[in-house]
């Protein structure tokens, strides 16, 4: 029973220690009431109000909270010479708490979900609240607040598993320099676009790249406004470099190694070294050899569709083993990503229908064999060009060019599985 005892109040501290970082002390704290336990207050400013008016929201947390009670939440009215206003506020109370109530759910810490949704509440329903005249009166203050600063800054940390391409570098230059984008491009293993610049463009660039290769990731964003855009970024101009080290430094001497740190999806102020952060990025790889493909535009044109859905690489490559096209040629695909997503990718695979059989119907999968399935060694992959390893007019290859594309995805173990497939 002790031991219960302190499990809740541990939990219940964490929650506590959780608001007093997240909040200033005038915004939110916590107080003890006469039995001893704690009462979180959170102070909800109303907008567009001149004299500060607000709502004082106390959450009580009960001996048993958050195992087995709930949240006891209650609010009140702070003063303002504001009648209309404090009329507003005493009408919206009650569904104010009705709405924080809903979300103290038993079993669970409630206290971050029910100040983000007073929050919302707030911000969402307070206008109805307001008579005609304190309603304008509000429009038009925040009117007056946001007039000057009306153009918003938008961030954005863009992951991609490698980025080598001339072309596809290329292609992100003029992008970025046609949207009016600074920032860093990095090249290698693993790629990162970081651009900076009017929030509409960010959009307008991620889209378009996200387009054409969907593997692409968001991992990091930030907006904030601002007067004026180029006199409040960060960067002068779009730099390519193959140095990790140097866009850290730099995002680092700007104020921005949060966002550059998302990159590794880390999500803290930690102070661990970038390059560990980096050699943490971990992709898997699946080689695959298929026996026969009967229908084998169709075939071909579904695994590439299916790579882009579910946001993986694919390599696909048939050799004729001794230039003798008169069999069947050695029909090879390797597929790399996140472990999980290449899973997806088997699991469709083996469970759509994506050939036909000898009268021409459609039919599921049955000779496909996996050679060798793994976690990759970033190395392994630099050289590998996945525009052209899956481009359908550079199918066929020499038997050495096959096993040179299978090592440099997953080295000396793929190219011995390779060995071994049709023995």
């Not at 790399?336 to 083996?350: A, M, P, S």
Request: aromatic share 8%.
């Amino acid at each position: 029973m002790v031991g219960e005892e302190e499990e809740l109040e541990e939990r219940r501290n964490a929650e506590i220690e959780f608001i007093s970082c997240a909040y200033a002390p005038e915004e939110a704290w916590c107080d003890k009431n006469a039995n001893g336990l704690p009462e979180i207050r959170r102070r909800l400013k109303l907008p567009g109000e001149a004299d500060n008016f607000s709502l004082l929201l106390t959450l009580h947390m009960p001996p048993g909270y958050p195992e087995s009670q709930g949240l006891v939440i209650s609010c009140s009215v702070e003063e303002t010479k504001n009648a209309s206003v404090a009329r507003a506020a005493y009408k919206a109370m009650p569904k104010l708490v009705e709405a924080c109530r809903e979300q103290a759910v038993v079993g669970e810490e409630s206290v971050l979900v029910v100040l983000s949704r007073a929050e919302e509440w707030i911000e969402d329903n307070w206008s109805s609240y307001l008579e005609p005249a304190a309603a304008a009166e509000e429009t038009t203050t925040l009117q007056r607040s946001v007039s000057s600063c009306t153009t918003i800054l938008g961030r954005r940390l863009i992951w991609s598993p490698h980025l080598y391409s001339k072309i596809k570098r290329g292609d992100i230059q003029n992008l970025a320099s046609d949207c009016k984008l600074t920032g860093y491009m990095k090249i290698g293993w693993p790629g990162l676009i970081l651009i900076e610049g009017a929030e509409e463009d960010c959009v307008a660039f991620y889209e378009d790249i996200k387009k054409r290769w969907g593997w692409l990731v968001v991992r990091g964003e930030q907006q904030e406004r601002v007067r004026e855009i180029d006199t409040n970024r960060k960067f002068d101009e779009f730099i390519e470099t193959d140095d990790m080290t140097r866009m850290g430094q730099h995002c680092r001497e700007v104020g921005l190694e949060a966002l550059f740190r998302t990159a590794m999806k880390v999500y803290d102020n930690s102070h661990d070294d970038v390059e560990e952060d980096d050699n943490d990025v971990t992709l898997y790889g699946v080689l695959v050899y298929v026996d026969h493909m009967n229908d084998t535009k169709g075939y071909r044109k579904w695994l590439r569709k299916t790579a882009k859905e579910v946001d993986c690489f694919l390599a696909l490559k048939q050799s004729y083993p001794n230039h003798d096209f008169s069999n069947r040629p050695l029909i090879i695909v390797a597929i790399v990503g996140e472990k999980e997503l290449v899973q997806q990718f088997l699991q469709r695979w083996r469970t759509s229908r994506v050939d036909v059989d000898s009268r021409g119907k459609s039919c599921l999968e049955r000779m496909m064999t996996v050679l060798m399935e793994c976690p990759l060694d970033h190395t392994d992959l630099a050289l590998v060009d996945w525009d052209e390893a899956q481009a359908e007019d550079s199918i066929n290859v020499s038997s050495e060019q096959l096993h040179n594309l299978v090592a440099s995805i997953g080295g000396n173990g793929w190219n011995e599985a390779l060995n071994n497939a049709r023995k």
